[in-house]
């Protein structure tokens, strides 16, 4: 099987489950996917199967959006309700300030990336470090926080915040920030996401409706073309001699726009991700089996 596989991903599975489970399911080596999801986390995880894998690294820098669950005066090991509490604090924090709360981390900010997380620093993952109760200094890194809103409150009157962010970003660390700047602390208490890129959790699949799906020999009929990756690109279709040149890695002269492109066979399958530049378009990626 190739493509790409929209699912939703249950709480307390970690995406590598997720992964090993629908490598069994659809019997296919190549199996990767874009954005990992802690166990707590529920919602989108895109699954790039077969020759679809080698699309991965252009889904990395995509875009998230999150609804997630701030818990005013928890605070915790691991900034969600999964860690050891570290304090309690009765507070009560009115919608009104924390709307101004949430003001000073729009756009560009400065976050600390967590101890539990998979971030490398001295060739050791954080996490490894954190389980052996130790600490070490982690550098500020710079994440955009594009969107930020309280859109409600959960049935435990917990906050609800609409998050659209950049790569990188640690929902859990902006609301352990979050909870410092109101002067009682705070932790993430629950994260679903949404959106990935221009895929959106209503084009996802349950792990139920996928299993069910491949008992029926239906799985690959779920499956998106590599393509839904990118899309907005010209796209251009090729005869046998460019197709040739192209399976060779070589070159082709076309009269297209300057820019990124998908070229198909006549057949319609897809080869490349190309780069037209002066009527002469490279291989930026390829997508035929070779």
């Known amino acids: ?27 296919t ?36 959006r999150y609804l997630a669950s701030f818990r005013p005066g928890l605070v915790t090991d691991t900034q969600d309700v999964t860690g050891h509490v570290l304090a309690r604090n009765d507070c009560s924090v009115t919608d009104a300030e924390l709307k101004e709360a949430l003001r000073a981390f729009r756009g560009e900010i400065l976050q600390t990336p967590p101890m539990y997380s ?4 001295n060739g050791r993952r954080l996490y490894d470090v954190a389980r052996r109760g130790e600490e070490v200094e982690r550098s500020p890194r710079p994440v955009t926080i594009r969107m ?10 917990d906050f609800l915040l609409d998050i659209r962010c950049s790569k ?8 352990d920030d979050l909870g410092r700047m109101l002067g009682c602390g705070g932790c993430m208490s629950a994260l679903r996401r949404t959106e990935v890129g221009d895929f959106s959790l209503r084009g996802a699949h349950t792990m139920e409706e996928l299993i069910a799906a491949a008992e029926r020999g ?3 009929s779920l499956l998106l073309g590599v393509d839904a990756l990118f899309p907005g690109l010209p796209k251009l279709c090729v005869g046998t001699e460019e197709e040739r040149r192209i399976r060779c890695g070589n070159d082709i002269i076309l009269d297209a726009p300057d820019g990124r492109c998908l070229v198909y066979s006549g057949s319609g399958d897809l080869l490349m991700l190309g780069e037209a530049a002066d009527g002469r378009i490279r291989t930026v990626r390829s997508f035929f089996e070779v």
């Open 118 to 121: 998979a971030i490398r620093v």
């Open 148 to 157: 930020l809103e309280l859109v409600g409150r959960g049935e435990n009157g």
């Open 168 to 175: 990188g970003t640690y929902v859990r660390t902006l609301c």
């Open 218 to 220: 239906e799985l690959e």
């Open 29 to 64: 080596r190549r199996i990767g996917h874009s954005g990992t999801l802690d166990p707590l986390a529920t919602g989108l995880l895109v699954i790039f199967l077969g020759r679809a894998t080698r699309a991965v690294p252009f889904a990395e820098d995509h875009d998230k």
């Open 1 to 27: 099987m190739n493509g790409i596989l929209l699912v939703d991903k249950p709480q307390d599975w970690t995406s590598f489950d997720v992964a090993a489970k629908l490598k069994g399911l659809s019997h």
